[in-house]
């Protein structure tokens, strides 16, 4: 536990060393800075229209007309970011040859993998609590639900916590970290789509299709509801990358 | 202490390694040669438990790194070819992450201890990204040293320095190697080994072609005698030491010899000469001549091919 920590901790610091790491943090809080601005006074707008409109007074709401579409917009900019900073994890400890370190000590491969995924998913909770203060403007301006809120962060990070499992993957199969930003992204935009797909697909296929994208899994998230399936379809999904990742660092001793 | 048996690595369809076995004792200080691509890192690599092996095993104390991995590489201090360092951060963290992963009790005094002993107590604030090359070669040392192993084993410490850079990384090697500490030392300098290392394991297209004493090595092999009358005869009687492996007469009158390498194969050749008059004794290879030899294949004529090749040594494995 504790190698895996200081794996951990290692990765948390070199995002703070690089400016990778900086621009990633800086970048992320000034577009979603942005879209707050934006879409709180698009809301506010709305909102003073509604209030003269008796037929859509009850409809309009802060949690379902700015939060959740301040969120999903928040979960595209990760989209965006999160293969940048996943690119780095394998990739780069081959290319600086800084892996030979880490397996000739005594620590195993599942440890390595834990690690640095761990590391990831810190940076992650930093730059996530690094747009706090908009949830806090929110409550000096007006009566959202810290629930749907919080449900909605929850939603964020599992879903950030995904591009960053699928990015690992990819940089645990190259030591060119261009190549691991180009395959994560591509594979998590394909994965992002496939719930499109439901409108063209044969029937049956659609639902399929569906299920296994992550933007469908979101939406019950975004609304405050937390349902089983969607947590362990993202949990799984975790699972799942993080396990090929283990299996593909455990294969590079045996190649 | 180290024992290889049978060692094969299968890179794709090429053979790195093809089934080597040795050993080395406690407290031994070995050098690994070897042209490029003769297999020295992979073994080293396997020894350190970083790569696993196609077939047969690696034994530290007893111990199969494979079945035990973690056991013997908390035992075992690795410095790859290239340092492995993080050149972001500092000495201080580098080598205390070093300690914490290798599951040292206090990382920071075990790192404060491999800082000193390395002689990098006033960069160790310093990012390693700034430092030299002889400066990394030397945190790549402590991250080896660190957990106070029994067995290291440096690929090439020496690589890419520069004479001064690479007399200090001689000195501290020595120092390492006092006391009951295993190294194994891969290099393609020569002298370096034999300031440094007893014994020596010569590898070629990934087998073990010799290993001995340096001077078991250097005093085996050639010998070449002038006697006042050569001849058939001289030549006859000298093929019948034994321990004498070739016999071959030279036009101007010397005789070249391939004998083992003990002294009384040589007091024996030099009883053998004296009824045929006996000027001149010369022989001996230099490590240097006997690695070319060993370690000849395909690149032009080998300049020495007249001695033939095999026989070098007592221990000497096709």
Redesign the interface.
Known sequence: MRAILAIARRELDQYFATPMGWLCLCGFVLVTGFFFALMTSDYAMQASQAAFDPYSQGQINVNDWLIAPFFGNTAVILLLLCPALSMRLFAEDRRQRSMELLLSSPVSSAQIVLGKYLGALGFLVVMLAATLHYSFILHWLGRPDPGILASNYLATFLMAACFMAVGMLASAFTDNQIVALVVSFGGLLALWVLSWADAIAPSGWGTVLADISMLSHLEQLTKGLLHLQDIVYYLSFIGFFVFATWQRVEAWRWQ | MIRVEGLQKV?GGFEAVRGISFEVGRGEVVGLLGPNGAGKTTTM?IV?????ATAGRALIDGRDVLED???V??R?G?L?E????????TVE?YVR??A????VDDPEAAADRAIGRVGLAEVRHRVIDHLSKGYRQRVGLA?ALVHDPDVLVLDEPTSGLDPAQRVEIRELLRDLAAGERTVILSTHILPEVEAVAERVIIMHQGRVVAQDRIDALESGGAVRLRVARPGPEAEQALRAVPGVSEVEGRPDGRIDLRIDGSDDTRAAVAAAAVPFGLLELTGGDNLEAVYLRLTAGGEGPDPRENFGRGGVSSTVEA
């Open positions: 890179y690599r350190c438990g970083c790569i696993g991995p973690r056991g590489k908390r075992v690795y790859p290239v340092p492995p360092v993080y050149p972001t951060m963290d992450f070093a914490t992963i290798k599951e991250q």
